[in-house]
Structures are given as structure tokens and as C-alpha cells.
């Protein structure tokens, strides 16, 4: 298994967010997180990259356990993530944002610039002067620079027009055709039913249904009851 997370509580102060989670991302695989507002999505990414401390449960990367390494040492094991919010460095250009990035590895500059061609004509310009796609594809392009083998991406098409989601889209699509292990967050459920191979809906910091896209696509009950859709 790539990432297996198993029984995680995590929370804000007294409230608690997650009330034992389970998740598999095996090798090679795109697994999508669905959830209306506020159901945890955002805090299982956080406690799985080490950025919220987790109050019980496992999170094994790779056969390893994580659960006392810091996030700078998830990294390093090799998960990528996308934030929400982007945090690209708003005064260097978009080049020098990748090569900051950069480990080791087949994905390079010009890997990623064959991958976002945008991003080759725009690599001088400032990430403050990208507009939200570029900076998008940039914060993507930064993660694949880390050469993960899991890369997670939490809602990396939010806020954008309709044909630069698509864009971005496309790109997750073919880094999932080339065998990528990818933990994908994303609202728009059709999208998701397109890319993902494998779903998890979270309720109330719950889940509620894990299977095949295919299965959630033939019969959509759980996404009526769940997601209201
Ligand atoms: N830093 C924080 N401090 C306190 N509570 C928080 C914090 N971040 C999130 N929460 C709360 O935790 C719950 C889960 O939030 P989370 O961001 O994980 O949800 P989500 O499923 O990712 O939703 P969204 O799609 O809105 O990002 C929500 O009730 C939210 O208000």
C-alpha cells in the first residue's frame, strides 16, 4: 500500500474533527476525497502530512509508520502535497519557485514545463503576477518537483474559470494514466467520477461509503444521501 491510514482522530482545541478514519492509496492508484463543507476533508489531509497532530490512529506511507515524524519527514518519505490557498513564494518567478522545490528525481523543470506549457512562457514573471490557473499549475508543478511518490491535492481547482479546471484536470488525468498515486480533493462530484479510481465520502468526519468510482457511478444513492447530489 502506498498511504493506509487507519483509525485517525484529530480536532481543533475540544472539538473534534475526525473520529476514525480509514484510508488505503494503493500504488498507482487515484483515490478521491468527497464531502460537503466542513466534514473533515481538509483536516485528514493536515493530520496525514503532519501539519495537525493526530489525537489516535496510524499512518503508514510505504510499509512505514509515520505517526512521530514531523511534516518536513512526511515529506521527505515522499508525499506531495497541494495545499488549498496554493502558497506559492509571491516574489520569486515561477522558475525559481520549482527549483526550490526540487529533489531528485524524473520530474524536473522541463517535465513540468512539457506538463503545464503555460508555466515555460511564464517562468520569469513573479508568482504574484500569475493568475490563480498559473498559480495553480505552478503549486502542482512544485509538488511534482519533490518527485513524490504520493501526491495529494486538496481542492486544486477551486475558484477557477470552468476551462482552466479543465486544464488542470487533464493534467491530473494523464499523471494518473503515467502511474502516478494520487489523494485528490475535489467538489465537483462528475470530475471526480471521471478521474478517481477509488471514492471515499466523509460525513461528520466519518466515512461513510468507500468503493469503485464505477459502483458510485452506477448507483449514485450515496452521493444523494451524503452529498445531496
Ligand atoms: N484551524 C481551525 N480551527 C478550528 N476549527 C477548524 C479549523 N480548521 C477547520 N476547522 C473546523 O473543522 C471542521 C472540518 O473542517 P475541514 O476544513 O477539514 O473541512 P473540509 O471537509 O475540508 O471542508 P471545506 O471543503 O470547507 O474545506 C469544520 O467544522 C471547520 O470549521
Keep these: 500500500m502506498a498511504l493506509e491510514v487507519r483509525g485517525i482522530e484529530a480536532g481543533y482545541g475540544d472539538s473534534r474533527v475526525l473520529f476514525g478514519v480509514d484510508l488505503d492509496v494503493p500504488p ?16 485528514l ?12 490512529g496510524s499512518v503508514r506511507f510505504r510499509g512505514r509508520t509515520l505517526d512521530r515524524a514531523p511534516a518536513h519527514r512526511r515529506a521527505r518519505a515522499g508525499i506531495g502535497l497541494v495545499p488549498e490557498g496554493r502558497r506559492i ?18 520530474w524536473g523543470l522541463a517535465r513540468v514545463f512539457e506538463l503545464f506549457p503555460r508555466l515555460a512562457e511564464r517562468r520569469d514573471a513573479p508568482g504574484n503576477r500569475l493568475s490563480g490557473g498559473e498559480q495553480q499549475m505552478l503549486a502542482i508543478g512544485r509538488a511534482l518537483m519533490t ?28 499523471l494518473r494514466a503515467a502511474g502516478h498515486s494520487l489523494l485528490v480533493i475535489d467538489g465537483d462530484v462528475e470530475a471526480m467520477l471521471g478521474l ?8 461528520t468526519g466519518r466515512v461513510v461509503w468507500h468503493g469503485r468510482a464505477e ?15
Design 28 to 43: 498507482g492508484r487515484t483515490v478521491g476525497l468527497l464531502g460537503r463543507n466542513g466534514m473533515g476533508k481538509t483536516t
Design 45 to 56: 489531509v493536515r493530520a496525514i502530512m503532519g501539519l495537525l497532530p493526530a489525537r489516535a
Design 89 to 106: 513564494f509571491p516574489n520569486l518567478s515561477a522558475r525559481e519557485n520549482l527549483i526550490a522545490a526540487a529533489r531528485p528525481g524524473p
Design 147 to 174: 518527485n513524490p511518490e504520493l501526491l495529494i491535492l486538496d481542492e486544486a481547482t477551486e475558484g477557477l474559470a470552468p476551462a482552466v479546471r479543465a486544464d488542470i484536470r487533464h493534467c491530473l488525468q494523464r
Design 196 to 203: 478517481c479510481d477509488d471514492l471515499v465520502i466523509l460525513e
Design 215 to 229: 459502483a458510485l457511478a452506477a448507483d449514485r444513492t450515496p452521493l444523494v444521501r451524503h452529498l445531496g447530489v
